[in-house]
């Protein structure tokens, strides 16, 4: 491979002025352009894919009225008052309709879901009546038109069911079930390649507990990274561990650059052994490199070949933040959906909280119940370095840049974990 200049080798400085995290997500999610292309897929195996068409109602759903309870179908007009009395004709059943139209002082028994015949305007619950042979006794008359299902209440014949850039939920599974469809146009899974950097790192793949080498780690982010990617549905390319040089980068980047995206942790800082941002000007375009944010300042954004390029900072929680607040909402866009914005609530915290105005903090904290109600706990200990502390953790305490010191029991802005990630989109 021709070597490039290290002349036209983009040069990171710590004066560089980090970039508020709004104004960051807007613009990563700005410059993606999600993927066109197009899958057919049966509807077993659409689960969590994307729409790439709307999907148009071919029938009503339901077909026809029909009863939401098991009991007696009848003309309101016919019991105008409880105890009235009427002659049983027949039964209508779940596929199994009753033939014919009833008749004065008449009622069918109906079951759950069964189709309403002609004559019927109300049914009543089964445990509201009396039956005496071939008769019935109203006990309790519900409202007139109770009880019915109408034809096309859920879903009328040429409706949308659902919308381009709508991603497949169970419910939605069942939706699309319900007025027939048997396979969807789905967009392409985005295939996003990912990397550790660095010399100290090394593979899990030997036997357990075996020693390390004074300065050795294990190689902890990408087994991460590769979690995070399988959790948003992508089809994570998983491209090993790359030691701290300009030439393994360059050849690393080289193979990455073919895919819809690429995502590395470390090497995206101003020290001796960070040669990310160097090779990225190299060989791609650098958008932007610092975030001002908490865990997770050092952050590159830009392009190599056909790849967006997101270079995350190597400390796991750094790495793990960054992803969940930047590369996240860019997939998803990327994948053809609509990326929701981060839900938070306020709740009180039941600890003090130390932070420097500058930067918007990102704590690791848990949902407690504090004095009988919702609270917010930090956990211990919040250095970057400390993956532990978002494995017993459910969400984040999240401080505004300008924000100081936190008193405990000051109401704060939360973000939980567990949240909307893929929006609606425009119906």
């Not at 300042?297 to 930047?326: C, D, E, H, M, Y």
């Amino acid at each position: 491979m021709t070597q490039p200049s290290e002349q036209s080798a983009f040069r990171p400085t710590p004066q560089d002025k980090p970039m508020p995290l709004a104004e960051a997500r807007a613009r990563i999610v700005d410059a993606i352009t999600p993927i066109t292309d197009i899958e057919q897929v049966p509807l077993p195996a659409a689960l969590h894919r994307v729409l790439a068409e709307q999907v148009t109602a071919g029938v009503d759903v339901p077909g026809a009225d029909n009863s939401s309870m098991d009991g007696y179908g009848y003309r309101a007009a016919d019991a105008e008052q409880d105890g009235a009395t009427l002659h049983v004709v027949g039964e209508s059943l779940a596929g199994h309709p009753f033939v014919g139209r009833l008749g004065a002082g008449e009622c069918v028994r109906i079951m759950t879901g069964a189709v309403v015949p002609e004559g019927v305007d109300t049914v009543v619950m089964q445990e509201n009546t009396r039956a005496e042979d071939e008769q019935v006794v109203i006990e309790k008359r519900p409202a007139p038109g109770s009880n019915i299902r109408l034809a096309g209440e859920d879903l009328k014949a040429g409706a949308t069911v659902l919308a381009a850039g709508h991603y497949l939920r169970p419910a939605d599974i069942s939706v699309l079930a319900s007025v027939g469809v048997s396979e969807v146009s789905v967009v392409r899974r985005p295939k996003v390649a990912f990397f550790s950097t660095g010399d100290e790192l090394r593979p899990i793949d030997g036997p357990a507990g075996r020693s390390l080498a004074p300065g050795e780690i294990y190689d902890s982010n990408r087994y991460g990274l590769a979690a995070l990617l399988s959790d948003l549905g992508m089809e994570g390319v998983d491209l090993g561990v790359v030691g701290d040089s300009r030439e393994a980068l360059r050849d690393a980047f080289a193979e990455a650059a073919a895919y819809d995206a690429v995502v590395t942790s470390g090497g995206v800082s101003v020290g001796a052994a960070d040669f990310v941002l160097d090779v990225l000007g190299e060989q791609g375009t650098v958008d932007f490199w610092r975030v001002a944010i908490k865990p997770g300042k050092p952050l590159a954004f830009g392009t190599v070949g056909n790849a967006r390029f997101f270079g995350l900072p190597g400390n796991p929680v750094s790495t793990a933040v960054t992803f969940i607040q930047l590369v996240r909402p860019a997939l998803v866009r990327m994948a053809g959906g609509v990326p929701a914005d981060p839900i938070r609530f306020a709740l009180p915290t039941t600890a003090d909280l130390r932070k420097n105005p500058g930067r918007e903090n990102f704590l690791r904290a848990r949902l407690v119940t504090h004095a009988g109600r919702a609270a917010v706990e930090p956990v211990d200990h919040q250095g970057s370095g400390v993956m532990r502390s978002m494995s017993r953790s459910d969400c984040f305490i999240v401080l505004p840049a300008e924000q100081s010191d936190v008193p405990a029991g000051e109401i704060v802005p939360v973000e939980p974990f567990a949240q909307t990630i893929w929006g609606q989109p425009d119906e």
